[in-house]
Structure formats: structure tokens, C-alpha cells
């Protein structure tokens, strides 16, 4: 019997084959209930017109209990937004992604709160602890104990 | 549902399609799982899990402190979860001891933080103070420390648990480089002679004094009326004035010796610059005035070992060859770690015993000069057991009583002006120890400048006597060298 991670997973790729994703987020890759890419962009009026982002989820065994390990993807054809909650490597302070998770969430819910929270950005910057916090983040972003501050997105 | 012929509010089995908000999996109400798995619907919205589901999910958040908050409530309308568990008395205490446990575990580490804080700056302190305590008897001499501290902390004014304390630190300050014109002798000028003597707990040793005659009949040198100089006068006006007077003189001497030594050296290295630091060590910079700068840069590395080399042996030379400005600041950081704090330390630490020693020598000396009593106003020790008051003999209660209340104010301003000015009494009448060992410490201070000076000059005089001996080639095969006669070779 399949894991309850991997149960749900087939569900909600089954949603998404059949309903499509949310506008300006598409699915790239999701060969196993592992890990995940999508591609993501800000439709209509915002400071990132015309640049397609890539994200990347990581599933462990016990999703939708734990939360995904989301992040945007570093690469020679991906950047991370600049943005005061995106580092420079990939990572998103995002209190959904933390301790704001909840399994109603699902993925393509996850995907149109991270653009919206792009959509609604007013400057283009990074994070004012990037630096000292990309010289020591971990890989993973889940094991990070981000700090929330500001509106929870 | 609402075709149910009784009006009764629906539950979570009446629904058609369960979806379980967790695993989003589904059970119709014409297929039920088998075996069945209970639903529950814990809140006032739409969302409904099952039982498993939502345990697993709440015991998973509570075990995360950061989400332990959202463990109980609804994601979507936020309604609290009623859990309904085996929760007796007991369960309930147990958890109320934990947290109680933790909370208390929390202030015993503060406590043993604050604690461990708390020893090392008492132990600080304690150690500065005993330290303070030994610095000022060297500087008073013993007569006087018995007087003014005694060996018994409980004597102690009150100000001198700030006062000394504070002396190694001054001790040290006054020997950075930068120049702060603070004198560690200024404070201890300041404090002490208007400190009273500490009462002597024999009360028969103060009555004997009462009784006994004026002190300033005893003694075979008649002290010159304002000999030696007020300790108010000293400390706020003739040392710093003699101080800055003296380092000007020192800084015109010393750049005198080294460049008319300079001017006259023609070795390899042409120019030597002497940049002088005020307070700290000579630093001198060596440029040569050659064509080639790969020759250039030889002997200014060549110079840079010597200088290091007899900087770490002698005592007070910081010589060193600098090719440029970055390698200054490079030295100036040097200075100030490793084994140079050391001595900055230990050197300052050193200054009261040095200063006790030089005075110590200077009253040997005076044996034999009569000129050099009178400078130094030697007393005879007090007679055992004797503890001058802070305040002149001449005084006592019945004169008070006779006073005008103007007259007994003009009286208690002069006295306060004169114990601001020269001292109390007691500080007046004792052997003046503080003054030989100030005098003995200028003195040591021009006798180690002199030496540090000479160890300057002859540092420079050997770089500019520098010369690389000239060989013959005696025991190369001369087949190799291309000789403008090789005829005339062997």
C-alpha cells in the first residue's frame, strides 16, 4: 500500500492533469512524489513583468502532515526573485511554508500564495540579513528556523 | 438533506461524500470503506478529516514548539479543537509539575549565568583592589599606608574601594600609545592626602597623641614652609607641565641625535626618515635613494630583520624598518597583542615597585648630601604608634567654643582650602615618601628614555654602516668565469 504522502500527491496531480494549474503557474516536472518544479510568473501588472521563476518542492514520507520543502531554483536558466522575502539562494521566508502550514493547504495553493506574494511586492530587494544568512543556510530550507516578521504570507 | 422528513440539524453522516481535508481521499455514502474508518467534523466550517488523520496531524504540530500554537484550531475558520482523551487529575498535574520544572530550570539558568558574571568581576575587583592597595603603599611608603589604609580592609575609607581599584587600570591606560595625558600619580595626588587617617580602634593611641606636644617641634630639618610642593599643585600643574615640557625637550633631542646621524651616512641606504610618535616608540622608515627598485627593495628587507630581532630583546625598542604606510598599520596591531600586551601590562603593574625602589635610593643618596635632604624633606619616622589627626593641633574644642559663628565659618573654609590644597594634617606631617619615589620615577622614566634613545641610535648607526663584504671568487672553477684576461688567471 502506498504511503498516505504519496496517495494524496497522486491526487493532487490528478487535479492538476485535470483542472489545470492556477494562471501563470505551470507544472514542469513531477515524475516521481519526491520532488516537484514549477514554473511560476506574475501575470499582469508587477515589478517582475515578464520573468518566469522556477520552484522546486520536496515531499518527505510524512507530507501533508509536514510541510513541503519549497524554494525557487538557482541555475543557468533560473534566477530567485529579488524580493525582501526570497534569498539569493533560492530560499523563501514564508510563514505558510513553516509554522503557518496546514494540510488544507495543497500545492497549487502554496504556488498562488508565493506569486501573489511576488504580485503584491513593492521593491525589489533582497532580504537585509541575505548575506550572513546565505553563508550559512543550510540545504534544505525546511531546517531553517526562519523569523516572520511583517504580514504572514 | 433537507428532504429529511424530521427537521434535525445534519451530521458529518449525513453526508454524501466525505473528503478528508488531510489525505484528501474520499468515501461515498453507498460505498463505505471496509474496514470503516471514523470521520469527524471538529469545527463550525465545511472542512472534515479523519479522526486518524487529524490525531496524527495535532500530535505532530504539538510536538513543534513554533507550531504548537495552530495544533488545536481550524485552518480555515479557526474554530478551537475539543479533544476528548484521558485526561485525569494526575496527567494533568504531572504536566503543570513539567512546565513548572522548565520555567524554574530557565531562572536557575539566569541565576547561574548572572552568577558565574557576578564571581569573575568581583574576582576582578577584588584582585585589582589588592593590587591598588600595594601600589599606593610602594608610591606612600609604609608609614603613611598605616596611617591613610592600614593593612586592614575594614579601616578603609570609602573611597578607596573606587580608588584602588581603578589604579592598575590607570596604570595601564597610561602606558597606550595614544596620549591621554592622564598620569597614573594624578589620581592618587588627588584622593589621598585629603583623606583622613583611619581611626585607630586604640582609643589610648589618639589620647596619647592629644596630650603629647606639637608634632612640628620634632625632626632635625624644619620642613621649608611649602616644601615639598602641594600634592594639589603637583598633580594638576607642575606634573602635567613638566610632563609635556619634558616630551617636547625629548622629542627635539632625540630627532636631533638621529638625523644629524643621518645626514652624515653614505652606505647603501641614503635616507633615513624617523617618524616620531609622541608617547610611543620611534618608528623609523628607510627609503634608498637608487635607481634600480629591485635594489631598492633589498635593503629595506634586509633592515627589517635586525630591527625586529633587537626590538623583541631590548626593552623599550619598537625599531623597525617600514617600507610604507600599510606596514605601520600593520605594526600598530602587532603592538597591542600577543606578547606586547604582556609587557604594556606588566610593565605598568611594575611602576610603583620601580618608583618605591628609585625613592628608596634616593634617601640613601641624600645620606650624603645636604642639598639633596632639603629636596627630598626627609622626615624621621612618627614615634610607634602615633597617628597625626587629620587637622592641625592648634585646634580644639575649647577655641571652637570661643568663636564667633562667622568667624568658626572663616575658620572651617580655611582649614578645607588648606587640606584641598597641602594635604590633611597627618598627610603634611609624615615622612613625604610619595614625594622622593614621584622624583625617583621622573628620574627612572629620562634614564630609560636615554637608553631607548641610544638603543635607537645604534640601531641606525649599524644600518647605515651596513656593507656586504667583497669576496674573491677563491673555489670557483675559473673555466666558468668570462674573464676580460683570462691570461692572468691561474
Known amino acids: 500500500m502506498a504511503s498516505i504522502s504519496s496517495r494524496r500527491l497522486r491526487k493532487e496531480l490528478n487535479e492538476i492533469n485535470a483542472e489545470g494549474c492556477p494562471c501563470g503557474i505551470k507544472l514542469l516536472n513531477a515524475d516521481n512524489f519526491e520532488v516537484w518544479y514549477f514554473s511560476i510568473e506574475v501575470l499582469g501588472e508587477s515589478l517582475y513583468q515578464g520573468e518566469v521563476f522556477k520552484l522546486m518542492f520536496r515531499f518527505d514520507s510524512n507530507y501533508p502532515i509536514s510541510s513541503p520543502a519549497v524554494q525557487f531554483v538557482i541555475g543557468p536558466d533560473a534566477q530567485a526573485p529579488i524580493h525582501p522575502h526570497v534569498y539569493s539562494n533560492g530560499h523563501i521566508c514564508a510563514s505558510i511554508l513553516g509554522n503557518e502550514w496546514s494540510p488544507v493547504l495543497s500545492v497549487s495553493a502554496v504556488c498562488v500564495t508565493l506569486q501573489s506574494m511576488l504580485a503584491s511586492c513593492k521593491t525589489k530587494e533582497r532580504p537585509v540579513d541575505n548575506d550572513r544568512y546565505v553563508r550559512h543556510a543550510p540545504e534544505n530550507p525546511k531546517k531553517t528556523r526562519f523569523h516572520y516578521d511583517g504580514e504572514s504570507v | 438533506m433537507a428532504q429529511v422528513p424530521q427537521r434535525r440539524i445534519p451530521t458529518i453522516n449525513d453526508l454524501k461524500v466525505k473528503l478528508c481535508y488531510i489525505c484528501r481521499e474520499e468515501e461515498r455514502y453507498d460505498a463505505p470503506e471496509v474496514p470503516p474508518r471514523a470521520w469527524t467534523?471538529?469545527?463550525?466550517?465545511?472542512?472534515?478529516?479523519?479522526?486518524?488523520?487529524?490525531?496524527?496531524?495535532?500530535?505532530?504540530?504539538?510536538?513543534?514548539?513554533?507550531?504548537?500554537?495552530?495544533?488545536?484550531?481550524?485552518?480555515?475558520?479557526?474554530?478551537?479543537?475539543?479533544?476528548?482523551?484521558?485526561?485525569?487529575?494526575?496527567?494533568?498535574?504531572?504536566?503543570?509539575?513539567?512546565?513548572?520544572?522548565?520555567?524554574?530550570?530557565?531562572?536557575?539558568?539566569?541565576?547561574?549565568?548572572?552568577?558565574?558574571?557576578?564571581?569573575?568581576?568581583?574576582?576582578?575587583?577584588?584582585?585589582?583592589?589588592?593590587?591598588?592597595?600595594?601600589?599606593l603603599r610602594e608610591f606612600v611608603g609604609k608609614e603613611m599606608f598605616d596611617i591613610l589604609l592600614t593593612d586592614d580592609p575594614s579601616n578603609w575609607p570609602w573611597h578607596s574601594f573606587i580608588n584602588l581599584p581603578l589604579?592598575?587600570?590607570?596604570?595601564?591606560?597610561?602606558?597606550?600609545?595614544?596620549?591621554?595625558?592622564?598620569?597614573?600619580?594624578?589620581?592618587?595626588?588627588?584622593?589621598?592626602?585629603?583623606?583622613?587617617?583611619?581611626?585607630?580602634?586604640?582609643?589610648?593611641?589618639?589620647d596619647l597623641w592629644k596630650h603629647s606636644t606639637s608634632l612640628s617641634k620634632r625632626g632635625s630639618h624644619p620642613a621649608l614652609p611649602n616644601w615639598p610642593p602641594p600634592p594639589l599643585l603637583l598633580g594638576l600643574f607642575i606634573y602635567p607641565v613638566v610632563r609635556s615640557g619634558y616630551r617636547a625637550l625629548r622629542t627635539r633631542f632625540s630627532r636631533w641625535i638621529l638625523n644629524s646621524q643621518a645626514e652624515q651616512g653614505n652606505g647603501p641606504i641614503q635616507r633615513v626618515v624617523f617618524a616620531l610618535n609622541d608617547d610611543g616608540p620611534f618608528r623609523i622608515r628607510i627609503g634608498a635613494n637608487l635607481e634600480d627598485p629591485?635594489?631598492?627593495?633589498?635593503?629595506?628587507?634586509?633592515?627589517?630583520?635586525?630591527?625586529?630581532?633587537?626590538?623583541?630583546?631590548?626593552?623599550?625598542?619598537?625599531?623597525?624598518?617600514?617600507?610604507?604606510?600599510?606596514?605601520?598599520?600593520?605594526?600598530?596591531?602587532?603592538?597591542?597583542?600577543?606578547?606586547?600586551?604582556?609587557?604594556?601590562?606588566?610593565?605598568?603593574?611594575?611602576?610603583?615597585?620601580?618608583?618605591?625602589?628609585?625613592?628608596?635610593?634616593?634617601?640613601?643618596?641624600?645620606?650624603?648630601?645636604?642639598?639633596?635632604?632639603?629636596?627630598?624633606?626627609?622626615?624621621?619616622?612618627?614615634?610607634?604608634?602615633?597617628?597625626?589627626?587629620?587637622?592641625?593641633?592648634?585646634?580644639?574644642?575649647?577655641?571652637?567654643?570661643?568663636?564667633?559663628?562667622?568667624?568658626?565659618?572663616?575658620?572651617?573654609?580655611?582649614?578645607?582650602?588648606?587640606?584641598?590644597?597641602?594635604?590633611?594634617?597627618?598627610?603634611?606631617?609624615?615622612?613625604?615618601?610619595?614625594?622622593?619615589?614621584?622624583?625617583?620615577?621622573?628620574?627612572?622614566?629620562?634614564?630609560?628614555?636615554?637608553?631607548?634613545?641610544?638603543?635607537?641610535?645604534?640601531?641606525?648607526?649599524?644600518?647605515?654602516?651596513?656593507?656586504?663584504?667583497?669576496?674573491?671568487?677563491?673555489?670557483?672553477?675559473?673555466?666558468?668565469?668570462?674573464?676580460?684576461?683570462?691570461?692572468?688567471?691561474?
Open chain 2, 41 to 135: 467534523h471538529p469545527c463550525n466550517c465545511t472542512l472534515i478529516a479523519h479522526e486518524a488523520c487529524l490525531l496524527q496531524w495535532i500530535q505532530s504540530s504539538q510536538q513543534n514548539r513554533s507550531r504548537a500554537a495552530n495544533a488545536l484550531k481550524c485552518p480555515q475558520c479557526g474554530t478551537a479543537y475539543v479533544l476528548d482523551s484521558k485526561n485525569p487529575l494526575l496527567l494533568r498535574l504531572m504536566n503543570a509539575g513539567n512546565k513548572a520544572l522548565s520555567t524554574m530550570g530557565k531562572f536557575v539558568t539566569m541565576f547561574g549565568l548572572t552568577f558565574v558574571v557576578f564571581s569573575l568581576g568581583t574576582g576582578m575587583y577584588l584582585i585589582s583592589t589588592a593590587y591598588g592597595a600595594y601600589a
Open chain 2, 167 to 206: 589604579i592598575p587600570l590607570a596604570l595601564t591606560v597610561s602606558r597606550l600609545p595614544m596620549d591621554i595625558g592622564i598620569s597614573p600619580i594624578v589620581p592618587v595626588l588627588l584622593a589621598w592626602p585629603t583623606s583622613s587617617p583611619v581611626n585607630s580602634r586604640d582609643p589610648g593611641v589618639l
Open chain 2, 294 to 490: 629591485a635594489a631598492e627593495r633589498q635593503p629595506r628587507a634586509d633592515g627589517q630583520e635586525p630591527g625586529g630581532a633587537e626590538d623583541a630583546a631590548a626593552n623599550q625598542g619598537d625599531v623597525d624598518a617600514l617600507p610604507d604606510e600599510a606596514a605601520v598599520a600593520a605594526e600598530n596591531t602587532i603592538r597591542v597583542s600577543g606578547t606586547s600586551l604582556g609587557r604594556l601590562i606588566g610593565g605598568a603593574l611594575i611602576i610603583p615597585r620601580i618608583s618605591s625602589l628609585m625613592g628608596s635610593f634616593l634617601l640613601r643618596m641624600s645620606k650624603h648630601s645636604y642639598i639633596l635632604r632639603r629636596l627630598l624633606a626627609v622626615r624621621p619616622p612618627l614615634p610607634f604608634g602615633m597617628v597625626p589627626p587629620a587637622l592641625p593641633p592648634w585646634y580644639d574644642e575649647k577655641t571652637w567654643r570661643a568663636m564667633s559663628s562667622a568667624k568658626r565659618l572663616g575658620v572651617v573654609g580655611v582649614m578645607g582650602l588648606n587640606v584641598m590644597w597641602k594635604g590633611t594634617y597627618a598627610w603634611a606631617e609624615c615622612d613625604p615618601v610619595w614625594w622622593r619615589n614621584s622624583l625617583g620615577l621622573g628620574l627612572f622614566t629620562v634614564a630609560k628614555d636615554c637608553l631607548h634613545l641610544l638603543h635607537l641610535w645604534l640601531t641606525k648607526r649599524e644600518l647605515e654602516s651596513r656593507r656586504v663584504k667583497n669576496r674573491s671568487f677563491e673555489g670557483v672553477d675559473i673555466r666558468e668565469l668570462d674573464l676580460i684576461n683570462p691570461a692572468s688567471a691561474l
